[in-house]
């Protein structure tokens, strides 16, 4: 069934809102990942088709949300990017056999392991933070967590988990963190940064 109603209330930093229903009740709770259109940005007195679906909790909220005179886009799940996922699995792999072959000490591995544990788990806290409209993590924690090792975990997280993997600003600086930390790497395996391994080690 669907409804239509007013938007009263958008917080931009949080990204949602609540509606007014013209058929009367309580306003309803709407998050933007509702809306079929995501490009446009919500503002006070929209008018807003949507139907009613409950979140984790329990709690009913808008859902498949449009905007007057748009049509409903049914948004269909794109499956997940096996590059991302190969990627991180094999960087991973490549680092074990360095640590196997002496070419990298032991604790520079296990650095990565914890930081990407810590990292994916971060992104799906904030996933369940977008979804019950909580307060979120911001962008610039996710990315200082991928620069300083956790970018495996960060790739992964995005494709499992589906999150931040839509952004396309967010998306390039995550990749530029990328490209900063295999640098970095790079300079550590090399005969100026030997020393510093030395110290790891």
């Known amino acids: 069934m669907r409804f239509k109603g007013k938007l009263l209330q958008w917080h931009d ?12 009740g309580e306003d309803v709770f709407i998050h933007k990942t509702a809306f079929s259109n995501r490009q446009r ?7 807003i088709t949507f139907s009613i679906t409950k979140d984790n909790q329990g709690r009913y909220c808008a859902d498949k949300a449009t905007y007057s005179g748009e049509k ?3 948004r269909q799940a794109k499956g997940v990017s096996k590059f991302s996922v190969y990627l991180s699995v094999s960087f991973l792999g490549l ?19 914890v930081l990407s544990s ?8 904030d996933k369940s933070k977008a979804q019950r409209g909580a307060w979120r993590t911001a962008e610039s924690a996710l ?14 997280a995005q494709q499992i988990l589906r999150h931040k993997s839509k952004k396309r600003d967010f998306r390039i ?7 900063i930390n295999c ?7 090399s005969a100026q940064g030997a020393q510093l391994l030395l110290m790891l080690k």
């Open 13 to 24: 930093d949080k990204a949602f809102g609540f509606i007014k229903p013209n058929s009367g």
């Open 41 to 47: 940005i919500p503002k006070i007195n929209d008018v």
């Open 72 to 74: 409903l886009i049914k």
């Open 95 to 113: 680092l074990i056999l360095a640590v196997i072959t002496n070419h990298m000490p032991g604790n520079l591995l296990i650095a990565y392991l």
């Open 118 to 125: 810590v990292t994916f788990i971060v992104y799906a806290l």
């Open 143 to 156: 990315h200082l967590l991928a620069l300083v090792g956790g970018w495996p975990g960060a790739a992964i």
């Open 173 to 179: 600086m995550f990749w530029f963190t990328v490209i």
């Open 183 to 189: 640098t970095a790497l790079i300079w550590l395996m």
